[in-house]
């Protein structure tokens, strides 16, 4: 039994989705609204018409979002370019929420963990076509999002867990990258 305002710290549904989508669930399947921390500042965010200009980009990613899961339930195979443009879409959303000198440093965390599975397919998208190493830009993307997957205690859902896997892979890679170019340096005149 739980009194009345007593905190859960138990996640019960998946953390890496933004409020909207969180909110409802919890209403309809357990009868309660959250108002955690969390909860507290993306409501905020997504109501508050103080900050349009951030509501309106959180609105457009939003719709994306749901565009892009509908184009992968069509597609399953291969990135089609409007699925490829409309991630590059979400990824310039997502860093100008970043940039935004109007938001807290948690809420930037909390919409970076609400929109994770996005951020992890433009890495995966972006990795996928080159063949080319992966950039500096993308390991410290990856590794900004583990740090605030660990600062919010998502430690082991699963888009944190693909997360881990993509930034060992691109640090894996680069050290094979830098490795061949000093045994290449080595044999030089």
Not at 45 to 69: E, F, M, P, T
Not at 122 to 137: I, K
Request: glycine share 4%.
């Amino acid at each position: 039994d739980l009194a009345h305002g007593q905190e859960i710290f138990w996640s019960y549904g998946s953390p890496t989705q933004p409020w909207p989508v969180r909110n409802p669930l919890l209403r309809e399947h357990y009868g309660f609204d959250c108002r955690c921390e969390r909860c507290g500042v993306e409501e905020q965010l997504y109501g508050n018409h103080q900050q349009s200009q951030v509501s309106q980009v959180l609105q457009k990613l939003d719709a994306n979002r749901l565009a892009i899961l509908e184009q992968q339930q069509q597609q399953q195979q291969q990135y089609s370019m409007g699925l490829t443009l409309r991630l590059e879409a979400c990824s310039q959303m997502l860093a100008s929420l970043q940039s935004n000198k109007t938001l807290s440093n948690d809420a930037k965390r909390f919409l970076q963990i609400s929109y994770l599975p996005l951020y992890i397919q433009q890495l995966n998208a972006s990795s996928s076509s080159s063949s080319s190493s992966p950039s500096s830009q993308q390991l410290l993307l990856s590794m900004q999002l583990h740090l605030a997957c660990c600062a919010a205690g998502h430690y082991a859902s699963t888009e944190h867990v693909s997360l881990l896997h993509w930034c060992y892979q691109a640090v894996s890679t680069l050290h094979a990258a830098a490795a061949t170019k000093e045994e290449q340096a080595k044999t030089l005149p």
